[in-house]
């Protein structure tokens, strides 16, 4: 694995842990309250020290979601790796003096080191008599003596290693707003590549510390920022405008410079897109919108944002967050702030340009932003993800391509061993707002805030071998509804149930693996037989039987055909002309097999691109045309 790949794998199972910590925002807010003048004076201090515990905890917390972000959630990682901070929480406690304190670097140290010793040693076999600790439990014994170790050598290492993180934290706040101004920058961009929770780790989480009234001692941006520092706050704050007003802002202007005909699809689903980016900070799927189209644009917006955090610290404001820069975290932690109230003027004043910045250069440069052309209409997955995961799964290269799939709030992560065997065409339409290749297998699939649960459908489909057929596209063209052939055999299913397709040129690819099993002498039609018994009808056009001499068989009855091989050319200038209509229907004749259907979105489409059906088969029926 490259070191892009192994970073992207890190990056992905360091934010794990940080899905707890909007828990502990709400509940020391909770306890923020004025309970004592209510009567309930008990619910304040239990809700305070809930929420206080979970960044106690915070060590433990990225240990065990580290080692089960980096182990494809193994338990036993993630045993091995509470085991080990337990170990070095007992051994610092009781030899350290008190000047060494479980930190959340050390939570990531173990759980890494847990996470892949599970993934070297998970299948070790040693001699007979020592078998017992073989297996997965070797990784428990391994991780427990090397906490051990790594417990004996912090105790010396640690107070260097904490002044030197001091040090750079010094250096950084030295520099004033020039050094945020250059960590929005960075965190921008790192955004494109799935980076940036490994580097707001070290900045929310590692740098600066700050010793609680209770002498707690609290290191990073964002625990400091909730145990009251008055310091901290400065590496959130300038993030709230571009979150609450900035990004939605684009989305606003995609939907004004989206063509007339796609403006109600795309209002729709960029109305939803600024609408949760507003709420609480998810902003890849607006931002992915036009980071491949226009890379440059992108880089302005990385420097407006960095420019946006010099800002916030030139005005004095601090504010914090313990999920992203929402409305939501804005509320929530507003007790906590200090002149947040000026982060609405100066977001209102970044929307503004935002919007007009980004309309213009739509126009201007003809960026290909969604709405302004048919591929690009991100999808409502509400509801359609266990239909659409095959497509998915197909898309991908197929299961025998796909080694490992995990996913963050916005993206599918995934090592496959063959990235060119993914379809991005086929991924665009299937509604991903980008896809990004690190090299060495490791792939990025941008699907907005459904991808842990388009995830979840693709690992049942990994663990289950299922009886599915996968069709691609015969033509170029649109694919359409069955129900839309005009013509009432059709588009009643009298002949069989599928789809079709108004083809943009003269040549006819095979769907799928199979056998030609019957060709019609004027060639307008083929069938062919997959190796599961399904019959497939091509039938170019409709009434295109009596039009002799337009149409020329490339292929034989009993020939041997794959996805994509080219069937039959055909005149489609003439036929264009003299046929009544060149819609192509694709029809499974047998369709009792069929358990279930998922189409692709009806819209353009390639030839030959992959994943626009597929099916599933009842398992109890005959394969490849004999009874089981």
Not at 137 to 145: C, E
Not at 345 to 366: E, H, K, S, T
Not at 543 to 565: C, H, I, Y
Request: proline share 5%; charged share 15%; aromatic share 12%.
């Amino acid at each position: 694995m490259n070191w892009l790949g192994s970073l992207q794998q890190l990056g992905r199972a360091v934010m794990l842990p940080t899905m707890v910590l909007p828990a502990a925002a709400i509940l020391l807010s909770i306890g923020s309250l004025p309970w004592e003048s209510w009567g309930f004076e008990s619910i304040s201090g239990i809700a305070t020290v809930a929420g206080q515990s979970l960044f106690y905890f915070l060590p433990y917390l990225f240990a065990v979601g580290v080692a089960l972000g980096l182990s494809n959630q193994a338990g036993q990682a993630g045993l091995a790796a509470l085991a080990g901070m337990i170990i070095y929480d007992q051994v610092v406690s009781h030899f350290g003096n008190g000047v060494v304190q479980p930190a959340s670097l050390i939570g990531i140290i173990l759980g890494a080191i847990a996470g892949f010793t599970h993934n070297r040693f998970k299948s070790i076999k040693l001699p007979e008599i020592l078998q017992f600790f073989g297996g997965s439990r070797f990784v428990l014994l391994i991780v427990g003596l090397f906490s051990a170790l790594f417990s004996c050598i912090m105790l010396g290492l640690a107070p260097l290693l904490q002044q030197l993180l001091d040090l750079i934290a010094s250096m950084e706040y030295s520099l004033g707003g020039f050094g945020l101004f250059l960590y929005g920058i960075l965190y921008r961009v790192l955004v494109a590549f799935g980076l940036h929770h490994l580097l707001n780790n070290v900045f929310w989480f590692q740098l600066g510390s700050y010793e609680t009234p209770e002498g707690q001692i609290m290191t990073g941006d964002l625990p400091r920022f909730f145990a009251g520092d008055p310091s901290a706050g400065y590496f959130m704050s300038g993030l709230f405008p571009i979150m609450m007003f900035a990004i939605p802002a684009i989305a606003f202007a995609i939907i004004q410079e989206a063509r007339e005909d796609l403006k109600p699809k795309i209002h729709k689903t960029f109305m939803t897109s600024a609408l949760v980016c507003f709420l609480t900070g998810v902003s890849e799927q607006i931002e992915f919108a036009f980071l491949f189209a226009a890379p440059y644009l992108f880089f302005v917006h990385a420097v407006l944002s960095g420019l946006a955090l010099w800002i916030s610290y030139v005005l004095e404001i601090r504010h914090g967050f313990s999920y992203s820069a929402g409305v939501i975290d804005y509320i929530l932690n507003f007790h906590l702030s200090e002149n947040a109230l000026l982060l609405i003027p100066v977001g209102i004043v970044y929307g503004l340009v935002y919007y007009f910045l980004f309309r213009w250069a739509i126009r201007r440069f003809q960026i290909p932003t969604p709405g302004r052309e048919e591929g690009s209409v991100l999808e409502d997955w509400a509801g359609s993800i266990p239909y659409q995961a095959p497509l998915i799964v197909e898309a991908l290269g197929g299961k025998t391509n796909i080694v490992q799939v995990e996913a963050c709030i916005t993206r599918l992560r995934l090592t496959v061993h063959n990235d060119r065997l993914i379809d991005s065409s086929a991924m665009k339409a299937l509604g991903s707002a980008g896809l990004i290749k690190l090299g060495a297998g490791n792939v990025q699939v941008v699907f907005g805030t459904y991808s842990e649960l388009i995830r979840e459908e693709i690992a049942k489909l990994l663990e289950r071998d299922l009886p599915q057929v996968l069709f691609s596209s015969p033509v170029q063209g649109k694919m359409l509804p069955i129900e839309e052939v005009p013509d009432k055999i059709f588009a009643g299913k009298l002949v069989g149930d599928g789809v079709a397709f108004e083809p943009e040129n003269g040549e006819l690819l095979s769907p799928v693996y199979g056998t030609v099993m019957h060709l019609y002498p004027t060639m307008h039609a083929i069938g062919i037989q997959t190796p599961e018994g399904l019959e497939v009808l091509l039938h170019i056009g409709i009434d295109t039987s009596q039009l002799k001499g337009n149409f020329d068989a490339v292929v034989s009855e009993g020939d041997t055909v794959e996805p994509g091989q080219l069937l039959i050319r055909f005149n489609y200038a003439a036929l264009l002309k003299e046929a009544p209509s060149l819609v192509t229907p694709m029809v499974i004749t047998n369709p009792d097999r069929v358990k279930s259907w998922s189409y692709a979105p009806f819209k353009h489409v390639r030839k030959g691109q992959a994943s626009v059906m597929s099916v599933v088969l009842y398992e109890d029926r005959n394969v490849g045309g004999v009874e089981a």
